[in-house]
Structures are given as C-alpha cells and as structure tokens.
C-alpha cells in the first residue's frame, strides 16, 4: 500500500487531500502543529494522526522515525503548511518576515530532506515517488499588502524548480502546485494577523478597509477544497505535470504577469487596492 505525508492538515487544502488520498487506497500521515485539530478527521483504519510542527527539528525526526517504523517508504510528500503574514511591508516586523520564511520556504527544504531516505527507499515496481510543494498564483503576480507571503511563495517555485532537477536521478519527481483562491480558513488567519498592524500611526491607516481585502482576497469566489483535492489528486496519479495550477484565478493573475508592461500592472493593481488616494493627501 502506498503512503502520503500531508502536513497542514487542520483545514482547507491539507484535510481535502486526506480525504482523497484515503478514497484512493493510500495510508495516510495527517499531520498539523497541533494534533487537536485533528480530531474530527473522520475515523479510517489507514489514516495516521501525526503532531508536527514544520518549524521544529526534534517535531521532524519524532515524525519520520514514526512513519519508519510503519512503512519504511514514503511515496507521496505534500508540503502543504503555510503561514500569511499579510500588510503593507514597511509595518512589517522583521520577526513576522522571518517567520513567513522559516514556514513557507525553509521547513519545505527541511522536512523533504529528513524524508529523502523514505522517499528513495526501492519499491517492488520501482515507481517513482512524488514530493509536492504547494505554492501560490501570488509567487507569479505579486499585488499590494501581500508582498512578503507572494515572496515566498515565489521562493518556494524556484527553490521547488532546482529540486525538481537535483532529485530526479533518485526516482523522485517534484511537482508544483499553484493554487488560485480555495476555500479554506486561510483568509480569517490573514485578516486576524493583519489587524494587529494597521495603527492610526501607519502610512496605510486610511487603506485599512483595502488592506483588509487583501488579506481575505483568497476567499473571494474560492474553489472548494475537495474539488481541488480530486482535480490535482487526478493528476499526481497520472504522470502530472512539473507545475500544476488549480482554482479560481490560477489562470488569470499569471496571464497578466506575463502579458502587460510592469508599468501597466502596477497601475491597475495600486488602483484596485486604492493606493493612489495616498498621494492627493
């Protein structure tokens, strides 16, 4: 039987794909920070509950050393975690960087490499085992308020692109995923971080009602997460593409990244986010 590691699994895109991943016939590591979180995942005799917290290194090893001891091969890992530390970058915390780094980018890198020996470890057919890193429409197009998470994200595409290279000769395929808006809680944590910023001190303070729009934008019109889920699912079983794209605006926002003058872009994303207003003060 095949086996998936899933972290972030408390909500939105992690739970969809473990429901699936179950559907499919595969063994399932559900893993979030907190376990709790877990613990009205519906009950099924091949889903594993793991506590682990990306950012923590003794939290890896005690995960790994669990799926080891159960499986000795991992097929499938979904570097699906994130963290949205949304808000105008110059009231930006330098901590709050740091963290949306060490979440989105460093603890990829970390928990793919202390899953590598499972991941290379020999099958009886020998297929190929799969590392997925689940990035963002907004690693492509970057807008106003958000640029600390989209540059992550597009840290995440680069870094994923040369692992996708460096891992092949070791049977392992790396596959990019670059959702548009899905319904998760993702928008509610981004807009309770983001209020703690916006002071009548800020720069931004008239732009809070903007600012907020930004941080809930992932919500607006979303694609559910289960169909999400059975979409890309489809195609990790059927040799999918190096980057998949799924959702609301998957297709859209790259579009007008590639397409229109930077000039141009800027313009019409500064207005939609209203920040033009700031000049005429």
């Given at each position: 039987?095949?086996?998936?590691?899933?972290?972030g699994?408390?909500?939105?895109?992690?739970?969809?794909?473990?429901?699936?991943y179950l559907?499919?016939?595969?063994?399932?590591?559900?893993?979030?920070?907190?376990?709790?979180?877990?613990?009205?995942?519906?009950?099924?005799?091949?889903?594993?509950?793991?506590?682990?917290?990306?950012?923590?290194?003794?939290?890896i090893?005690?995960?790994?050393?669990?799926?080891k001891?159960?499986?000795?091969?991992?097929?499938?890992?979904?570097n699906?975690?994130?963290?949205?530390?949304?808000?105008?970058?110059?009231d930006?915390?330098?901590?709050?960087?740091?963290?949306?780094?060490?979440?989105?980018?460093?603890?990829?890198?970390?928990?793919t490499?202390?899953?590598?020996?499972?991941?290379?470890?020999?099958?009886?057919?020998?297929?190929?085992a799969?590392?997925?890193?689940?990035?963002?429409?907004?690693?492509?197009?970057?807008?106003?308020?958000s640029?600390?998470?989209?540059?992550?994200?597009?840290?995440l595409?680069?870094l994923?692109?040369?692992?996708?290279?460096?891992?092949s000769?070791?049977?392992?395929?790396?596959?990019?995923?670059?959702?548009?808006?899905?319904?998760?809680k993702?928008?509610?944590?981004?807009?309770?971080n983001?209020?703690?910023?916006?002071?009548?001190?800020?720069?931004?303070?008239?732009l809070?009602?903007?600012i907020?729009?930004?941080?809930?934008?992932?919500?607006?019109?979303?694609?559910?997460?289960?169909?999400?889920?059975?979409?890309?699912?489809?195609?990790?079983?059927?040799?999918?593409?190096?980057?998949?794209r799924?959702?609301?605006?998957?297709?859209?926002?790259?579009?007008?990244?590639?397409w229109?003058?930077?000039?141009?872009?800027?313009?019409?994303?500064?207005?939609?986010?209203?920040?033009?207003?700031l000049?005429?003060?």
């Open positions: 039987m095949k086996s998936v590691l899933i972290t699994c408390s909500s939105g895109i992690g739970r969809a794909l473990c429901e699936k559907i499919e016939g595969f063994h399932v590591y559900a893993s979030a920070r907190n376990i709790h979180s877990l613990t009205d995942l519906p009950q099924h005799p091949e889903l594993k509950k793991l506590a682990l917290d990306v950012n923590d290194a003794s939290s090893h005690n995960a790994i050393a669990h799926i001891q159960d499986h000795k091969r991992l097929d499938v890992l979904i699906n975690a994130g963290y949205a530390a949304m808000g105008p970058l110059i930006m915390p330098i901590e709050d960087l740091r963290a949306q780094f060490e979440t989105n980018v460093f603890a990829p890198m970390e928990l490499k202390a899953c590598l020996p499972l991941l290379m470890a020999k099958t009886e057919t020998d297929e190929r799969q590392v997925v890193n689940i990035g963002s429409v907004s690693g492509i197009t970057t807008t106003p308020f640029g600390a998470y989209c540059a992550t994200k597009a840290a595409h680069s994923s692109d040369a692992q996708r290279m460096e891992l000769p070791f049977g392992i395929d790396v596959i990019t995923v670059q959702p548009g808006a899905i319904e998760s993702f928008g509610d944590n981004s807009l309770a983001v209020l703690q910023r916006i002071t009548p001190e800020s720069l931004y303070a008239p809070k009602d903007a907020k729009a930004r941080a809930t934008a992932s919500q607006d019109n979303p694609t559910p997460a289960a169909e999400f889920a059975d979409i890309l699912i489809a195609q990790l079983l059927n040799k999918p593409k190096a980057v998949i799924i959702g609301n605006g998957s297709f859209g926002l790259p579009l007008l990244k590639r229109l003058p930077a000039a141009i872009l800027d313009k019409i994303l500064s207005k939609k986010f209203n920040l033009p207003s000049a005429k003060r």
